[in-house]
């Protein structure tokens, strides 16, 4: 059994052993799972979740002590925002915040008592907003909508006196706020979430997709003690072994990746300002280094369960790691290393700089180059063990 | 009873006679836990460059470069007058951004004209534009803000009505609960909560995945009768709710001080909400386990589910963003009333009463998932007598 193809050429071994595994794929629903179910299902889940660009119409309520012509003119722009929606009004400050606290309002409004009689005296009462901080996010939306709403009614207010005042409309209105500042978000115009987390999260799941089936494709060879079978396919070469076992894979989600771009752009109308090449051969290398990284995994621990586990480690928590929400710039040192170790992070600026910046590829080079590391380097260092791990029976049928 | 109690004993001696899962529920409890919260804990992100292109080059301009350095937020690049070449280093990921101060900059306000600066900045990673956003406003408010006094004094208001006239409605801005917009805090007690369920259902899928293995390899079908699941169900559910009513505790006073994130809560309130959580993720991992072929099957299967579970649990994202059929088939993981109801009472100090919805929902959860697995447990594994006759 093992002289079997010894002899035979590597192109004809090679297709033997990727036959096996086709026809071990076509007979497996854990593959069909893994390779095409899962993937278009959490695709789908992802999409709708962040299927609205920016969350309008989040709750709020207003604590009116007021209730004079100018706090309900205020409490109409609020609702009129396309940011928030005012869904109760409170009558106390107590009352507004058990809104709060049951997580049926994300700020709170509050308009203090005789407002429009002291802003007609000119006496400046603070209206007071309260937000709920720990949704961030939501928090960064609402902030910016109550600013301009309030900010509108207020220059209303101010243009109004100057114009009492006797000033020129005109100069009146220029007076107001001496510097402007007139900010432009730079490669995402809208500020868009769904441009800038869909195309960062569909490869987090890619990535796990990838590691996690090569650990169990390699892997599952050995607890299963058909190492023997699958080496002596290959003309006892594991290099071809291992090659060919992977080669499906390489394909099936590369075709994934391929698929993902499309739904990007074509469907959630993601931009795509950079350069398609440049993309085509970052995903190229994105799951070769995930695959190489798993054979590596099974060569480290010779064991399918603690190779899952490392591989569940290393992939889980990676899009933490990545630098997208939070920013590289911002973590201390020893996260920043993690980021460098996977590939995903290099692969996410390589798309992000293509998809929205459309930078030059000159700029994507440098992380080309580190994924490209991840496909060269590791093989080196565990192909001699990996050829011991198949011939040697004693690893095998570990759990 | 004895039914019950012997199923807890084993249960709880295949947990420890089994590496893998105890590796996946020390992760849950300490490597992950530990290890996630990382990148977040300096909390916010300071300095970032930018890039000035100042065309004016006037004491006014300089004074606002100035103004922009010394914010917290942003710090000024090496200088440049050609906003080509600025963008060009945006767009190479050189500088979070840049920003221009036309000619003729001093002028406009000297003469009592309204002056614009430009400002450009990195809107791909949404955290970088909202600091330096934040920064650079803010600089050109104050800025602003001095000069609009001084012309109202000169005009002769007193300063306090030259404040008012400037702004007659001011808005005043004020945080509940994390006041320090730390982004730590904003995510790290909700993926948490996460990983104590992914942990629990991976560890309860692999043995899981282990015991449909054994049985189909088993040369003779042991013995026993169809009555005996419940206490079965019941011990063996004991067995990892012990275990992991155990880890919020551990959480709230190992994990929160250290990477110093606020808490508002009571303990028992907190411990009481999170019993019916534990339990309904035990069984929902019962049901799930008897999915899983192989052992190797449930890390990968609940690996990736936590990017999405993450998402719906409410704190990243808002819910009301969310398509009302997902919403909706989001509330059957024990995680989006999970971590909404943690969130509330333990970050905003929400009472018990406060977060019953959530509360209800995850009993509800219990009793639907306690009857799926009992179904489910039934059909692949027929022979409660003797839990898993193959493991040591």
Known sequence: ?399 | MRTLARACIDEYRAILSDRGVLFIFLAGLIIYTAYYPLPYSPEVVKELPVVPVDQDASTLSRKLLQWVDATEEVRLAASTRNVAEARRRVVNGEAAGFFVIPEGFERSVLRGEQATVALYADACYFLIYRQVHTGCYKAAATLSAGIEIKRFTAAGFGERHARAARDPLPLDSRPLFNPASGYATYVVPGVLMLILQQTLLIGIGMLGGTRNEAFRNAPVPPQGGKDSYVPLLLGRGFAYFSIYILYPLFYLFFIFPLYDLPRAGHTTAVMVFLVPYVLSIVYLGFALSTLFQYREHSIPALIYTSVPAVFLAGFAWPMEAVPTWLRHAALLLPSTSGVAGFLRLNQMGATLHEVRFEWFVLWALCGFYFLLSWVCVQRTQPFPERPHPDLP
Not at chain 1, 69 to 89: G, I, N
Not at chain 1, 101 to 108: L, N, S
Not at chain 1, 278 to 304: E, K, R, T
């Open chain 1, 1 to 399: 059994m093992a002289a079997r193809g010894a002899n035979e050429g590597r192109l004809r071994c090679l297709y033997r052993v990727t036959r096996r595994e086709l026809h071990f794929m076509s007979h497996s629903p854990f593959c069909t799972l893994f390779i095409v179910v899962l993937p278009l299902v959490s695709f789908a889940i992802l999409c709708a979740i962040f299927y609205v660009e920016t969350p309008r119409d989040l709750p709020i309520v207003v604590c009116d002590r007021d209730g004079s012509t100018l706090s309900r003119q205020l409490t109409r722009m609020a609702d009129a925002s396309a940011s928030m929606a005012v869904t109760a009004t409170a009558r106390d400050m107590e009352e507004a915040a058990g809104y709060v606290r049951r997580g049926e309002a994300y700020a709170v409004l509050y308009i203090p008592p005789r407002l429009e009689r002291d802003a007609k005296r000119g006496d400046a009462p603070p209206v007071v907003a309260y937000f709920n901080n720990q949704w961030l996010l939501t928090s960064g939306i609402l902030n910016r909508a109550l600013r301009e709403t309030v900010g509108t009614l207020s220059a209303g207010l101010d243009l109004r006196a100057r114009m009492m005042r006797g000033e020129d409309p005109a100069l009146a209105w220029e007076r107001y706020e001496p510097i402007q500042v007139d900010a432009h978000p730079m490669f995402n115009p809208n500020l868009n979430y769904r441009f800038f987390l869909l195309p960062s999260l569909l490869p987090t799941l890619v990535q796990a997709f990838v590691i996690m089936m090569t650990v169990r494709a390699v892997g599952g060879e050995l607890k299963h003690g058909t190492a023997g079978v699958w080496l002596a396919d290959s003309g006892n070469r594991p290099w071809l072994a291992l090659l060919g076992k992977c080669i499906p894979y390489t394909v099936a989600y590369l075709i994934l990746t391929n698929f993902m771009f499309a739904l990007l752009v074509r469907f959630m109308n993601v931009p795509l300002h950079g350069s398609v090449r440049v993309l085509f051969l970052a995903s190229v290398l994105f799951v070769l280094a995930y695959q190489v990284i798993g054979v590596a995994f099974v060569a480290l621990s010779a064991n399918l369960r603690l190779a899952n586990s490392l591989a569940g480690f290393y992939a889980g928590p990676a899009f933490a790691f990545a630098g997208i929400t939070y920013p590289t710039i911002g973590m201390p040192l020893f996260a920043k290393a993690v980021g460098w170790a996977l590939p995903l992070a290099h692969y996410l600026h390589i798309v992000l700089q293509q998809a929205l910046r459309g930078a030059p590829w000159q700029a994507s080079a440098p992380y080309l180059a580190a994924l490209a590391a991840f496909v060269l380097a590791p093989p080196i260092l565990f192909l001699p063990r990996m050829g011991r791990l198949m011939r040697d029976d004693r690893y095998w049928g570990r759990l």
